[in-house]
């Protein structure tokens, strides 16, 4: 459903911009958002969308990564910046529709210190 990709090996200050394909138009959905998961550390929410024009970030991130979307290539992307070490982790693209949440496979990020 949703495809991921972007990721790699960065050094700390350096920026990624990662991006989400999804299956579905990218307007049919009531949210679109962002999740992380470091190693050993549970899934979070790192940035959200929702179908209003809302975005909102997780404080770890305000100021450094930036969501936006492509209506015309059906695109979700994440711009990540002035990343750190902590940063580290596999990065998830998430859609929801009503109740329905759909999930597709990670791309990892790796930040060197």
């Known amino acids: 459903q949703l495809q991921a990709y972007g990721g790699g090996l960065v050094q700390a200050g350096g920026s990624l911009r990662l991006s989400c394909a999804p299956s579905?138009?990218?307007?049919?959905?009531?949210?679109l958002a962002w999740y992380r998961q470091a190693p050993g550390r549970q899934r979070e929410l790192v940035a959200v969308?929702?179908?209003?024009?809302?975005?909102d970030y997780a404080d770890s991130v305000k100021g450094r990564f930036a969501f936006s979307t492509d209506g015309a290539k059906n695109l979700v992307y994440l711009r990540v910046n002035m990343l750190k070490p902590e940063d580290t982790g596999t990065y998830y693209c998430?859609?929801?529709?009503?109740?329905?949440?759909?999930w597709g496979q990670g791309t990892l990020v790796t930040v060197s210190s």
């Open positions: 579905e138009s990218i307007f049919s959905f009531d949210v």
């Open positions: 998430n859609a929801q529709q009503g109740r329905v949440n759909y």
């Open positions: 969308f929702t179908s209003d024009g809302r975005a």
